[in-house]
């Protein structure tokens, strides 16, 4: 079902949902978004700004509440009662975004180092302290996209012209989970409590979701007939994966079981195409699903 939006809005994403069942994701229009929470019941309410801010989002929620988002090219959290905290920039960069958010609170994203356009892996606590993550040799960009409750992070390096899938132990130490044979982009998107990622990464046959088992074995997931592309995005504690297949030039919101059965799980009635971001240990799927002139509209599955 197609979620609330606000007053004025023609656009909406649902980006992430807890254990309750609550979401958090961006409702506004093309001159700017506002990060908004939506209730287990659909009930919309909008997040607040400090005073003179201009537009803000919401990327993640954890089981107790607590939202990660990002105000102005700031990274920010919100506390479940709705306030609200700017977290620092960290020294040598000019802007920061968060991406994830694990139970004990700790958020991990990344940086924009000064004006170079390249990217830092950044961890931060609720009490505002940033630590850079470390690169790969001779990468110059690192983005870290999942966090999961003991503290493991996953994203992407570049190095060079290759885009490298890692892992972060809770100490710092990075792995390179590579890529796949004959390809130069592994992205990982999402990582459960028992340390089983997803993402997606470009094979000889273009973009395949992935996902890697906690020794780094890599698999591809199963496509949808017809389709030909596809990402993992999501991955819940039974294993259970969310991302999206395209078929016909239009993605679709898909899930995979554990056991690696895919299922479409379509598009509303009146859109043309859909996307899942998250799912939680109930099943809920929080996305978005797009109308024909090209908005993306948050849906919960």
């Known amino acids: 079902m197609e979620l609330a939006e606000l007053p004025g809005s023609t656009r909406s994403q649902a980006f992430a949902v807890n254990a309750a069942g609550v979401l958090v994701g961006v409702s506004g229009t093309d001159a700017g978004e506002y990060a908004v929470r939506w209730a287990s019941n659909g009930t919309l309410s909008q997040l607040p700004m400090p005073p003179g801010a201009m537009w803000s989002d919401a990327s993640a929620i954890n089981d107790a509440g607590l939202i990660a988002g990002n105000i102005d090219l700031q990274a920010a959290w919100w506390s479940p009662a709705g306030a609200v905290t700017l ?15 694990n139970a004990d609170g700790v958020m991990v994203g990344d940086a924009l180092r000064g004006s170079s356009g390249n990217y830092g892996a950044i961890r931060w606590t609720t009490g505002g302290t940033a630590t850079e993550l ?39 130490t990075i792995t390179d989970l590579g890529v796949l044979p004959g390809a130069n982009l592994a992205i990982v998107w999402g990582i459960n409590d028992a340390g089983i990622m997803v993402g997606a990464a470009l094979t000889g046959e273009g973009p395949q979701a992935v996902r890697w088992a906690v020794d780094g074995t890599a ?22 994966i969310v991302g999206d297949v395209t078929l016909s030039d239009q993605r679709h919101a898909t899930r995979w079981s554990k056991q690696g059965a895919v299922t479409d799980l379509g598009v509303p009635p009146g859109r043309v195409a859909s996307s899942a971001y998250a799912i939680n240990d109930t099943g809920v799927v929080a996305g978005y699903s797009i109308d024909v002139n090209d908005n993306p509209h948050a849906t919960r599955w």
């Open 87 to 101: 977290l620092p920039v960290p020294n040598g960069f000019s802007g920061s975004y968060v991406e994830a958010v």
């Open 134 to 172: 470390a690169m790969l040799p001779n990468a110059h960009s690192a983005h870290a996209t999942a966090i999961n409750a003991s503290g493991f992070i996953t994203g992407y390096v570049d190095v060079g012209p290759a885009r490298h899938a890692v892992r972060w132990a809770p100490d710092g």
């Open 219 to 240: 698999t591809v997931l199963g496509m949808l007939p017809n389709g030909t592309e596809a990402r993992a995005i999501s991955v819940n504690t039974g294993g259970t």
